[in-house]
């Protein structure tokens, strides 16, 4: 499996270089810092913690009120009767399960909404890079993940950023 990975990596190195001379213009973009940087993400990040931020004070609260009852059992168990710390046993096992699963869905939930946000992000992100390039007539764009080094002369990431803050303040 390595050597494939070797093989894979090799063909690359040798590749690329060859592909960037054919090319009459190169830019470079770090999709990393534009994701960080970009007011979508930012808008993004905030929609998602509004939306979600009830159903996390939600679990918060229900998280300390199985405390406190786990304290409570700990706490009075000796002069609990034993009908009285069964039934609280019993409370705080179901409350316990539906808690988990509660917190299971909140998660899968974010996760979900999380991912859709990120796809929606990256096809903005990726559309205007394409309308940058063809603007530029760019003929290849890199990103770091493909990239040793790139010059300052040929990063296009703050014309890519600066396009997303100009959409993002026209409503777009």
């Excluded at 070797?6 to 190169?26: C, F, I, M, R, Y």
């Excluded at 808008?43 to 405390?67: G, H, I, N, Q, T």
């Excluded at 710390?85 to 299971?104: C, G, H, I, V």
Aim: proline content about 2%; overall charge negative; glycine content about 4%.
């Amino acid at each position: 499996m390595s050597r494939i990975i070797t093989g894979l990596l090799l063909v690359l190195v040798l590749v690329l270089p060859g592909l960037a001379l054919g090319a009459d213009s190169v830019a470079f973009v770090n999709i990393n810092r534009v994701m960080d940087q970009s007011p979508q993400a930012e808008a993004s990040l905030s929609a998602l913690e509004e939306e979600f931020a009830p159903r996390d004070a939600e679990l918060v609260a229900e998280r300390d009120a199985l405390r406190r009852l786990q304290q409570r059992l700990e706490r009075d168990t000796d002069i609990m009767g034993s009908e009285e710390r069964l039934e609280l046993e019993r409370e705080f096992r179901n409350r316990s399960r539906e808690f988990k699963r509660a917190q299971d869905m909140f998660q899968e939930d974010l996760n979900v909404r999380r991912n859709d946000e990120l796809a929606r992000l990256q096809r903005l992100v990726h559309n205007v890079i394409l309308d940058i390039a063809k603007e530029q007539g760019v003929d290849l764009v890199v990103t770091e993940r493909t990239v040793l080094f790139a010059s300052d002369r040929i990063d296009i990431t703050s014309k890519v950023l600066d396009e997303l803050r100009r959409q993002h303040r026209n409503g777009g």
